[in-house]
């Protein structure tokens, strides 16, 4: 998948008023931050709103590469729907797969992944 500014991207976030390309294989979910957030070399960080019910992580996604795929993580307290089903910070992970519908709070999002060869 072709990112912004012509780079290689894992898998595409699009949102009624973003589109975030994703370039790392970690990748965090929340609500900005008063201070930047500190993050590892290899994860990324995407902010979906200033709303104070999105925790600033709120979901962490992340790619294992022993199943081959992306699985999500909740761990703001108020969860969120994947597909319609809630996911709460005691859930086990989420596959993800090319266009699951991810919603937090009001904020709704899909996940992407590039077309097969």
């Not at 929340?30 to 994860?43: I, Q, V």
């Not at 019910?53 to 992340?62: E, G, L």
Request: with cysteine; aromatic share 10%; hydrophobic share 30%.
């Amino acid at each position: 998948m072709a990112g912004g500014q012509g780079r290689e991207a894992y898998a595409k976030l699009v949102g009624q008023k973003f589109e975030y390309f994703v370039d790392k294989q970690r990748f965090i979910l929340g609500r900005k931050a008063k201070k930047e957030h500190k993050l590892a070399p290899d994860e990324q960080f995407f902010c979906i709103s200033e709303q104070k019910n999105i925790s600033r992580k709120h979901v962490i996604i992340s790619w294992d590469p022993k199943e081959k795929g992306w699985y999500l993580i909740c761990k703001g307290k108020n969860g969120l729907q994947v597909n319609g089903k809630m996911v709460t910070p005691d859930s086990k992970r989420t596959k993800l797969n090319d266009r699951t519908q991810l919603k937090i709070s009001d904020v709704t999002l899909y996940f992407l992944l590039p077309k097969k060869k």
